[in-house]
């Protein structure tokens, strides 16, 4: 199945087309009330650690650092994605930031994580859970023997 996500600063104008909208960010946008933004949620737990964002924000770490300690960190926390996912399955779903560049920021890998998980979870549903040619065994074995 084809997923929508798209990503969009919270500083651009609310579109009908962008769906659920998510934002996705530890701090709440400066200049920004809650009423203009149209959310559906204010979605902290799949966003970069306090440390980690501090230390991409100061330039402690490169971009490449950044991109592979979050990805550890949504990896260490797989149930955090869940509630996107959710909202993904639905239509299309807006990740918003307040991040000025939004390639820079972590709402690529956000998406990349998402459509991973997504398609996973896919797959694991279109495997069988037994195999049908043993369905007769398995119905059988319960009848007791002569």
Known sequence: MA???VLKRIYQPV???DGVRVLVDRLWPRGKRRESLA????YRDASPSP?????FHLEEISAEVFAVRYRGELRDAPDSLIPLMRHARRGRLTLLS?????ERSHLPR???????ALHEE???DREPASSPCFSHQIRNSSIPGP
């Open 3 to 5: 997923y929508d996500i």
């Open 15 to 17: 579109d009908v087309e």
């Open 39 to 42: 959310l559906t949620d204010w």
């Open 51 to 55: 440390a980690l964002r501090r230390q």
């Open 98 to 102: 307040a991040a000025r560049d939004l």
């Open 110 to 116: 956000l998406r990349q994580a998402l459509f991973q």
């Open 122 to 124: 896919d797959a694991e």
